[in-house]
């Protein structure tokens, strides 16, 4: 079994920053993706940014230029830093991991963590 705690969700007026962190825990053998989705009222859930295990990156056009991933493969933790926040950035917000347990691979979801930005 995969968990993945997410934290560092929160509240913040445009132009702000926040950092939303995700680790994960259980028994796999690697995890070759991770990334973050958002799900805003109304909508569909939507990748905003993923990032491998080696390293490379994919970015939402909304979030190029303005949201860094990254993640530490010693912790199995992915980071979301989130600069220069506007009000359509609000939605809750899923880590995401692709993992495999020596068999097959999985997909595994976090619970959750709201942002809100707004003045």
């Known amino acids: 079994q995969v968990q993945l705690v997410e934290s560092g969700g929160g509240f913040a007026q445009p132009g702000g920053s926040l950092r939303l962190s995700c680790t994960a825990s259980g028994n796999f053998f690697s995890m070759p993706a991770m990334g973050w989705y958002r799900q805003a009222p109304g909508k569909q859930r939507e990748l905003v940014a993923s990032?491998?295990?080696?390293?490379?990156?994919t970015y939402a056009d909304s979030a190029k230029g303005r949201f860094t991933i990254s993640r530490d493969n010693t912790k199995n933790t992915v980071y979301l830093q989130m600069n220069s926040l506007k009000p359509e950035d609000t939605a809750v917000y899923y880590c995401?991991?692709?993992?495999?347990?020596?068999?097959?691979?999985?997909?595994?979801w976090g619970q959750g963590t709201q942002v809100t930005v707004s003045s």
């Open positions: 995401n991991a692709v993992v495999f347990g020596g068999e097959k691979f999985g997909t595994h």
């Open positions: 990032i491998t295990s080696g390293g490379s990156t």
